[in-house]
């Protein structure tokens, strides 16, 4: 009777299943399926869910058994699908909030390995040290070989001023590293600029893409009327799609700016420049690394792909996948990816990312030993500074925080790089505009 029971609720639960996968439609197009397959594949996965029951070495119960079922067909489609049982539904909706207590990174799976997409600036992660391209070995006492993202990240948020402790892989480091990092509340500036010392150029900062990226982006740019503009998108994870296109709709007169595509024809849409691009004109450069991904990558690949600015730095992570949230009922859910995008060119970003126009890895910029002028000048000012030391004086070399210095150009060879790329964008739109005038 036990048995007839079971076999009973599998029946009721498979049913469910094939009821309910028909009904949102998920997986309409049957393709080369004949209907007599797919419901073999249906009686294995209720022989699959009978067979634990009944054998299984310890009891299980069943709404278990179907949710663990669950998480394993979605974690093995991708890096990116993942079923959200009740904790993880309601960790979402805080995420969503733009406000939480934890260390400020954006993770992936690459490769089969927890991987740091980037640090925020500004937040904890970033303060202690955290690089994009490093892999998470252990949070805490925890293994992460096969856990989900969702598991990671909530392992790592908890109470303000609690500490969080990772191991981390790093390239060419010998042994891993371990991170204590202090617990802090999330609350991300996503954007901000600065004039670029004895230029009219205007560096502008995205650090994500939060729902006024592009509103900020032009205010910033008009009030400030440069003549060339640098976007830094280094380390920026990503955000909301429709400000990836209205930031490229500043730049791109007119054309597609990215499309997705999925197997639904309502998953199929098309982004198109809408005509206005306040700054169609202006020289523009782009920097991007590793951890440039998802809207970054839209937003620099639009660029690049129209021709409208020059990208420096890195090849970009490779996240262009598109995810949806699913809700199964109240409590729960699933993130499925329904759909890829494409740029402009018809290329794809997934698993492949950007590849910059000029390459530049990070570090300073070299120093000429025998340049004296450079070092005096770096001298001077570390002796005045032990000079007012000693005399109480507070140090003022630069109060300026709305100007990027000579100093600061100097440790930052991409950005560096990108300065003179601008310049030499400044050279050839002047002799195109000398020209048109003859």
């Known amino acids: 009777m036990m048995k007839y029971y079971k076999f009973l609720l599998a029946g009721f639960l498979s049913a469910f299943i094939v009821t309910g996968l028909l009904f949102s439609n998920l997986f309409g197009n049957e393709g080369a399926n004949s209907n007599q397959s797919r419901l073999d594949a249906y009686n294995k996965l209720r022989n699959v869910i009978l067979s634990v029951e009944n054998y299984y070495v310890d009891e299980v119960d069943i709404n278990e058994i179907v949710n663990k079922a669950i998480s394993g067909l979605l974690t093995n489609l991708d890096a ?3 079923y959200l049982p009740p904790k993880d539904f309601q960790e979402l909706k805080v995420q969503t909030d733009g406000e939480f207590s934890g260390i400020g990174i954006q993770i992936a799976i690459k490769d089969g390995a927890l991987t740091i997409i980037a640090p925020i600036e500004g937040t904890p992660g970033d303060k202690a040290g955290l690089k994009s391209g490093d892999i998470i070995l252990k949070i805490d006492d925890k293994s992460t070989i096969n856990m989900t993202i969702d598991d990671a990240m909530n392992l ?226 570390h002796l005045q500074g032990e000079l007012d030391k000693i005399e109480n004086k507070d140090i003022k070399i630069n109060n300026n925080e709305n100007i990027i210095t000579t100093n600061d150009i100097y440790n930052d060879i991409q950005l560096k790089s990108a300065i003179d790329a601008l310049k030499i964008l400044m050279v050839v739109n002047n002799n195109i505009i000398n020209i048109a005038n003859k």
């Not at 802090?184 to 560096?203: G, P, R």
């Not at 910029?365 to 025998?370: R, S, T």
């Open 156 to 381: 790592m948020r908890g109470k303000k001023k609690s500490i969080v402790k990772l191991t981390i892989v790093r390239k060419n480091e010998s042994k891993p590293l371990v991170f204590e990092i202090v617990r802090d509340v999330i609350s991300i500036k996503s954007t901000y600029a600065k004039k670029i010392e004895n230029t009219n150029y205007l560096y502008v900062r995205v650090n994500t893409f939060d729902k006024k990226v592009s509103q900020e982006v032009e205010s910033l740019i008009k009030k400030e009327q440069p003549s060339g503009v640098i976007l830094d998108l280094r380390g920026n994870p990503g955000g909301l799609l429709d400000q990836a296109v209205e930031l490229s709709n500043l730049f791109i007169k007119d054309g597609i700016i990215v499309s997705q595509k999925g197997k639904l024809r309502e998953s199929n849409e098309e982004f198109r420049a809408n005509g206005k691009a306040a700054f169609g004109d202006m020289p523009l450069v782009v920097l991007v690394n590793s951890g440039s991904a998802s809207a970054s990558e839209i937003v620099a690949g639009a660029l690049q792909d129209h021709k409208r600015a020059v990208i420096v730095g890195e090849k970009t992570f490779g996240k262009g996948s598109v995810q949806v949230v699913l809700p199964l009922d109240q409590s729960d859910g699933l993130r499925l990816t329904t759909a890829r995008y494409y740029l402009p060119s018809g290329r794809t970003i997934q698993a492949v990312g950007i590849t910059p126009d000029i390459v530049v890895y990070p570090g300073a910029v070299p120093k000429d030993e025998n340049d004296f002028s450079v070092k005096e000048s770096d001298l001077k000012k």
């Open 80 to 82: 990116h699908s993942a």
